[in-house]
């Protein structure tokens, strides 16, 4: 984005910049250096949410992330004042979000819960205001954006598989599923590491379609690795994102070069899995095999009874069916000892907000999907906001039948990609609660 269309973004026209006296200036440097330190924030929030897990339990590693939500909110308080108030007067789904987590407060608050203690009601808190904020940073920062924060992104990844495969090689483990090692030596759960692989594939096809003849080569070398640490990790999950994110992308792009990037890579991806059949053909047999064979919850690893002990509980009372039993009320009603979320997301925000919180996330998503909608369809969209919105829905589908969402890296991730697509919105002249 040049100088000019950076001024546009922040209310100020060129000539503002003119003269180094002109208070108009100064308003203009400020603005800038807020977004340029608010970018800072982000991108070591997802530089270092990996890195954290190396030492901390995931419920820590969630609270740090969320605090620097928090300093990129403050960071970006006077755009998001004037933002809560346009979505305040305009907006029903911001209302209706405000009001559902405020009576579901009250809820908690009656059975006793000390809110202000609980580290993960202050991660909920912070995400409306995240958004919005995000809104106007990319609003400034545009595609741009977007692409530095999945370099962040990428490195972040690659630093922890570099890390997790020599620590595991340095410890001499031999178990095909790395499921089994406790704890993981980064991540705490091999599953969690999909996670990231997850975006990254997602980001990366987005990006690569954007350019498709830049960087050829390191695309393909990328894709391969993601088949075959993907394939190796057992990450049935990520994989199931990569295939629904080509499948929506390849509804949703405009250009037939964006298509063949995803055809690309596809083969790409298949290839890493090719080479990993081909040193350790052990391993893929026992993918295939733990994947398709065994009980519903063998091959769920689980879940499905998870699942259902989380609606019996909520169920037994009517308080707790009405507004949830609060932030963490998995780990704290031990449900199932030695975890922490349900690996569902809408079983979470049942347990968690209740039938309250259940229909207004619905209201969200309805009104977020009625934003989204026209946007492919637009002679303005850009193959980048048509794959971010694949991205996002793959995201969605992916906490359908794991614990993404309860993790901070994922979830930041979907956040910043829901604030993108708003963005372009805004730049089309509506307001991102409107």
Known sequence: ?????????????????????????????????????????????????????????????????????????????PELARSVRSSLADSLTFRVLVIGFLVCMVGWLTQGLPLEMIDRTWFYAVQPLFVLAAVAWFRWAGDRGLRSLYWAKLAATAGAVFYLFVMLSL?????????????????????????????????????????????????WMLFMALGYVSLRTGGRGQMMNF??????????????????????????????????????????????????????????SGRTEIWIKVLNLVSSDWLSLLVGLGPEGFARERVVPGLVQAHNAGVQILLEFGLVGVGAIIIALLDLGRKIWPMPHEGRSSDVLNGAVAALLALLLYSLVDGIF?????????????????????????????
């Not at 901390?56 to 403050?74: C, D, E, K, P």
């Open 1 to 77: 984005m040049s100088w000019s269309d950076q001024s546009t973004a922040v209310g100020l026209s060129p000539s503002s910049c003119e003269n180094d006296g002109d208070p108009r200036f100064l308003r203009l440097f400020s603005s800038n250096f807020r977004y340029f330190a608010s970018g800072c924030v982000l991108w070591v929030a997802i530089l270092i949410a990996p890195a954290l897990t190396i030492r901390n339990l995931t419920v820590h590693t969630n609270s740090y992330i969320g605090w620097l939500q928090w300093v990129f909110v403050a960071l970006m308080a």
């Open 171 to 219: 410890s001499n483990v031999s178990d095909l599923d790395l499921r089994n090692v406790r704890p993981l030596p980064i991540y705490r759960h091999i599953r969690h590491l999909g996670y990231d692989l997850a975006v990254v594939a997602s980001l990366g096809a987005v990006f690569w379609g954007a350019k498709p003849n830049a960087h050829r080569l390191w695309n």
């Open 243 to 300: 295939f629904a994110f080509v499948l929506i992308a390849a509804c949703l792009l405009r250009r037939v070069e964006g298509r063949i990037v995803l055809l690309q890579a596809l083969i790409a991806f298949a290839l890493g899995a090719v080479m990993l059949y081909l040193t350790q053909p052990e391993a893929v047999a026992w993918f295939f095999g733990k994947a398709v064979g065994g009980s519903a919850a063998g091959v769920t």
């Open 406 to 434: 309860y993790h901070a890296s994922p979830f930041l991730a979907a956040m910043l990609l829901i604030a993108f697509v708003l963005s372009k919105r805004v730049a089309n002249g509506s307001m991102p609660g409107g």
